[in-house]
């Protein structure tokens, strides 16, 4: 594939990539998208991660500590099983707070593609 091009689009409502150009090169070239791995799960939890901080000033102090606690929890090398419930409490929070939560109510719904990819 050295030297191959390659042009990739997407909607991002699926999470997944928007926009690469570029060309491929070397022996250990690739292309990460939906099923990239832990990788892909990393940077969905890095966005949301980034979603949650945006929210977090405009909430109150109980449901702030809710937000960290479950923040800690949110391991890209965790199973499903253990993203679970971290992902539901900020969830459940960013439903709460309306139109300011839903960012990370998008990021969430990345994590979880990322994970099912």
Do not use: C, W
Request: charged content about 20%; aromatic content about 2%.
């Amino acid at each position: 594939m050295s030297g191959d091009h390659f042009n990739i689009q997407n909607n991002l409502r699926g999470g997944d990539v928007n926009q690469v150009f570029g060309d491929v090169t070397g022996a250990n070239a690739s292309v990460g998208g939906r099923n990239a791995g832990t990788g892909s799960i990393a940077t969905a939890i890095g966005e949301l991660i980034a979603a949650v901080n945006a929210l977090r000033p405009g909430l109150e102090e109980e449901d702030d500590r809710v937000i960290e606690g479950a923040v800690e929890r949110l391991d890209p090398a965790a199973g499903a099983d253990q993203l679970s419930g971290p992902l539901k409490r900020i969830a459940g929070i960013a439903t709460y707070v309306g139109e300011l939560g839903v960012p990370v109510i998008r990021a969430v719904k990345a994590v979880q593609s990322a994970m099912n990819g």
